[in-house]
């Protein structure tokens, strides 16, 4: 079954807005990872945040972690065009695990 | 540095066929692998993954199997496709437990 749930499903907004993205999980994780993929393409790394952290920054992008609520958010600050892809959470489970498991992820469309 | 190939990019495949996809992973050693499928505009569902040579893990019971004949190659295979069996085949890569994927840029498979 899917650890992850994104929040939005789709998202549109104008290029300069900002984009927040949610994700919620439903066990103990040991990290939380957010990626990107552009239609037809394979899944590129954005950020990984542990779980003992709360947030993390890299360049536009800011990631929250609240382990209480079980979720996280992302957000993209002054998008552009070349920011439409979708988005997607994905978890490792405390414990160890190899597995990565991604949620259905938000279609993000940035218009110019 | 290291890299992922996955092929063939395209495949229409009749129901009934077999099917071979194969991954490899250059500039590492002892990577764990994956396999992933995407149903049109949805997420991530993961097949397989292997630790190591000749050790596959399941996650779905399905018309597929896995193989991992070398250190950094994982196979994908089926002896008889289905119509459900199509979709978006990614192939992935990473260095431990819990630590961020790489991911091939994918096999777009239609079963007619």
């Known amino acids: 079954s899917q650890q992850g749930e994104e929040d939005p499903q789709a998202l549109s907004i104008q290029e300069g807005e900002n984009a927040t993205m949610n994700c919620s999980y439903k066990t103990s994780i040991n990290n939380l990872q957010w990626y990107r993929q552009n239609s037809g393409r394979g899944l590129v790394h954005l950020i990984l945040i542990r779980s003992n952290e709360r947030e993390k920054h890299s360049g536009r992008l800011r990631v929250t972690l609240d382990t209480s609520k079980k979720s996280s958010s992302l957000l993209i600050t002054a998008s552009r065009a070349a920011d439409t892809a979708s988005y997607f959470c994905?978890?490792?489970?405390?414990?160890?695990?190899?597995?990565?498991?991604f949620g259905k992820g938000t279609k993000l469309t940035v218009n110019p | 540095s290291q890299t992922i190939h996955q092929w063939p990019a395209t495949l229409v495949q009749p129901v009934g066929s077999p099917l071979s996809l194969e991954c490899t992973v250059e500039g590492t050693s002892n990577p764990n692998l994956y396999w992933y499928r995407q149903a049109a505009g949805r997420g991530l569902q993961l097949l397989f993954y292997?630790?190591?040579?000749?050790?596959i893990s399941s996650e779905v019971p399905q018309n597929l199997s896995a193989s991992r004949p070398q250190d950094r190659q994982f196979i994908l295979s089926s002896k008889k496709l289905l119509l459900s069996d199509s979709g978006f085949y990614l192939c992935?890569?990473?260095?431990?437990?819990?630590?961020?994927?790489?991911f091939g840029s994918g096999t777009q498979l239609s079963v007619l």
């Open positions: 994905a978890t490792v489970a405390q414990g160890g695990s190899e597995k990565l498991v």
């Open positions: 292997s630790v190591g040579i000749g050790q």
């Open positions: 992935a890569w990473t260095a431990g437990i819990s630590e961020k994927l790489f």
